[in-house]
């Protein structure tokens, strides 16, 4: 099986030759031009005023230098070399690799005769430049044109800035610094040329075919649970023939690893997820490449709480480091209540909150019930637009409907309360936020899409001390002082706290060992999808 090793030498070989014949190709070019030709031309800056006009920041850019070229002199060959380098690594980066058309833009620098085909040939590959330099600093998909619950504000970084940034500095250095530059986004394209290799060496062996493997069972399911473990790198490989100690532990590290209860049991779940193909891990990490890539250029702040949906996790992360992490509750898989994605700033939390029931629960969940039985949700207050408390028993909720419902319902604060004892807030306009729940069952399930999308948290109180600890020497008093009164209080963090909900179902833990989750939402297969339209190759070589 080819190594990752190997394969970054086939690309360091496919490149070498690339850039070389380019190299040769230009200088050739640049050789036979005539004088007047190399050092530019009138016909050159109108010809280029010409082909940039219809791009407002292109021109200007092109008119504040005086219409001087940035790939096409013979001062520009820095320029060129560093560019078309990048290019030949595109799909390193997961990019659709033909989406920048090096190859004929190469072929265009050793065909140009005249100052007008330099001046056009200079447009394109500023246009060329601009893309990539979009695609692998941001992204080359738009989240919310994915699913509208992706709702991520990518910050992308304007036209004017790029090419005014580019053309200061030194080519290399610019182009190292467009990707993502954390060690996560390194693990993740180390991780994909390890697919790859797996890919094309034939996969992880013979799927296991059985529905539930512990200690004592042998037989064929028994080997291919062991061969496939010892291809993902759990075993060494062995003649077991029995599920065994050894194996049990194993499976434990790899359940631990791609969020499965830790039990040492090959069940349902974890057999399908050890039957997961190369192919599917390497269709995560690409989009989790492409996800990093939206957030780049986010400050996550030194002391950040991230969120991530599928792993059902919520953490403290300090300097780098997770100093708190609590299971979650997510919104359940429907379009009305995912869970969104987005960053924020957590100001307040509300100590024994009042739940104002969304208008959207009120009248597809309670109303029908109310219809039904004037008496249902009895833990829920029912006032008017004036606040004032209604009689149930003198309404006749049948002649309401979801359009014309006039009422609110809330619930008081209590230990019953839908929201628990504290919700952590970072207003937002999805009305979205972290908070306590008394439903304390649902934390020991394996896949915890419950909610109708805010964030339950399993250790809420926990996380309320955590964060109190940045302004008091006794964050767990202060927290209490509040709560005793049993009356709802806001209290204010001294320092806002970034807040990112995130959805990674590829992710490097401390180690560097990445670790899979399932795509709750379907929201990965989207993107993906999305990826191939644009000419993403799955696996092979690219570029």
Not at 335 to 342: I, L, M
Request: net charge neutral; charged share 25%; glycine share 6%.
């Amino acid at each position: 099986m080819p190594s990752g090793n190997g394969l970054r030498r086939r690309y360091r070989g496919k490149l070498t030759r690339l850039i070389a014949s380019f190299l040769l190709a230009v200088g050739l070019w640049i050789a036979a031009l005539p004088d007047h030709a190399r050092a530019g031309t009138a016909t050159f800056g109108a010809t280029l005023a010409d082909a940039a006009a219809d791009d407002t920041a292109i021109s200007a850019f092109y008119h504040a230098q005086d219409y001087r070229s940035l790939w096409t002199g013979v001062e520009d060959a820095d320029r060129r070399a560093a560019f078309f380098a990048a290019l030949s690594h595109a799909g390193d980066h997961g990019l659709p690799a033909n989406r920048y058309n090096a190859e004929a833009l190469i072929l265009r620098f050793s065909t140009v005769t005249s100052e007008i085909q330099r001046a056009r040939l200079e447009v394109d590959v500023t246009r060329a430049f601009l893309k990539y330099a979009r695609d692998v600093r941001n992204g080359f998909l738009s989240p919310s044109d994915i699913d509208p619950t992706m709702v991520r504000t990518v910050p992308v970084r304007d036209t004017a800035s790029t090419l005014s940034t580019f053309a200061a500095a030194d080519p290399e250095a610019f182009f190292a610094s467009l990707p993502p530059t954390g060690p996560e986004y390194s693990e993740l394209q180390r991780t994909r040329l390890d697919l790859i290799a797996a890919i094309e060496a034939g996969g992880w062996g013979p799927k296991v075919k059985a529905e539930k493997l512990e200690i004592g069972d042998s037989g064929p399911a028994v080997l291919a649970l062991r061969d496939r473990l010892a291809a993902l790198g759990y075993l060494q490989p062995s003649v077991t023939a029995s599920f065994d100690g050894v194996i049990s532990r194993a499976v434990q590290s790899f359940q631990l690893d791609n969020g499965l209860t830790p039990d040492g049991v090959a069940g349902e779940g974890t057999i399908a997820e050890v039957n997961r193909e190369p192919e599917d891990r390497l269709q995560s990490v690409l989009v989790a490449m492409e996800r990093m890539r939206w957030m780049n250029g986010v400050s996550l702040g030194k002391r950040h709480i991230w969120v991530n949906l599928p792993d059902f996790t919520a953490k403290i992360v300090d300097d780098g480091k997770v100093t708190f992490e609590s299971v979650t509750v997510v919104g359940q898989n429907r379009p009305d209540t995912r869970s969104p994605e987005f960053s924020d700033q957590m100001e307040f939390m509300v100590i024994n909150p009042t739940w104002n029931v969304p208008r959207s629960i009120t009248v597809k969940e309670y109303l029908p019930k109310l219809q039904e039985d004037p008496n249902a949700a009895a833990q829920l207050r029912i006032t008017d637009r004036q606040g004032r408390l209604i009689d149930r028993a003198a309404v006749d909720f049948t002649q309401f409907t979801a359009a014309n419902f006039p009422f609110h319902m809330s619930q008081a604060p209590s230990d019953g309360n839908a929201l628990g004892k504290v919700k952590f807030m970072f207003p937002n306009q999805w009305n979205i936020y972290l908070h306590d729940t008394p439903q304390k069952p649902l934390f020991s399930k394996e896949i915890r899409a419950f909610s109708h999308g805010c964030i339950r948290l399993g250790r809420p109180f926990d996380l309320a001390y955590a964060l109190l600890a940045a302004q008091t020497d006794d964050p767990e008093g202060l927290f209490k002082s509040y709560l005793i009164t049993d009356r709802e209080s806001v209290l204010n963090l001294k320092e806002p706290v970034p807040v990112h909900l995130v959805y990674f179902t590829a992710w490097p833990d401390a180690r560097g060992h990445i670790g899979y989750r399932r795509d709750v939402y379907g929201r990965d297969a989207a993107i993906f999808a999305a990826m191939k339209a644009a000419g993403v190759a799955l696996h092979g070589l690219q570029g």
